[in-house]
């Protein structure tokens, strides 16, 4: 199981994002299968909606939509236009309202139109998007900057650059290895 990269917890639109991330194997998609995008929605916590084919097909979409515009925010650029419609056509998916809940002191909640459904989950996921991005949240969106990693996190350290303790590893012992290499290749040249 990887780490979830920090922001994930608050964002499952960042989670989606870094649904699909380079393993020590390769290429890790937790959206490669109707079964495996049921299991991601249930680790996520979010609606158990069935996802069959189609539904898979409005899932990747929608990822591939909401990483174009995490991407277009990093690097400070307009997105694609396709992605906002993407983005926005997922959130029109589903009629939601605010609900007035008293637990323990009135709280608003949201409410779909249509629970249980896959269009409960890609409007939910599309407006976290969007609220990210358009919100202060967006301010800390970034890329990790691991050779190979393309995954997105919240960046709300300073120092911090990688996704996760693992990025960090594997840079800081790549960049180790690359003295002992300039080092070796030094004393040789002495000789």
Do not use: Y
Not at 26 to 42: I, K, Q, R
Not at 116 to 133: K, Q, Y
């Amino acid at each position: 199981m990887v780490t979830a990269a920090p922001g994930e917890e608050r964002s499952p639109a960042l989670a989606l994002v870094n649904s699909r991330r380079l393993g020590t194997a390769g290429e890790v998609d937790d959206l490669a299968e109707p079964h495996s995008a049921t299991e991601w929605l249930h680790r996520h916590e979010l609606p158990p909606a069935p996802v069959g084919t189609d539904g898979l097909s409005r899932l990747t979409a929608l990822r591939a939509a909401v990483r174009e515009l995490l991407t277009a925010l990093a690097e400070s650029r307009s997105p694609e236009a396709d992605a906002v419609a993407t983005v926005n056509a997922a959130a029109r998916a589903d009629a939601a309202a605010p609900q007035l809940a008293w637990p323990a002191g009135p709280r608003r909640e949201w409410h779909s139109t249509r629970p249980g459904s896959l269009d409960e989950v890609v409007a939910s996921l599309a407006r976290d998007a969007i609220d990210v991005i358009s919100g202060d949240l967006g301010e800390l969106v970034r890329p990790c900057e691991a050779h190979g990693c393309v995954r997105f996190f919240f960046r709300e350290h300073a120092r911090r650059r990688w996704c996760s303790t693992t990025c960090g590893d594997r840079v800081r012992a790549a960049r180790h290895q690359r003295l002992v290499v300039e080092q070796r290749e030094a004393s040789q040249g002495r000789s």
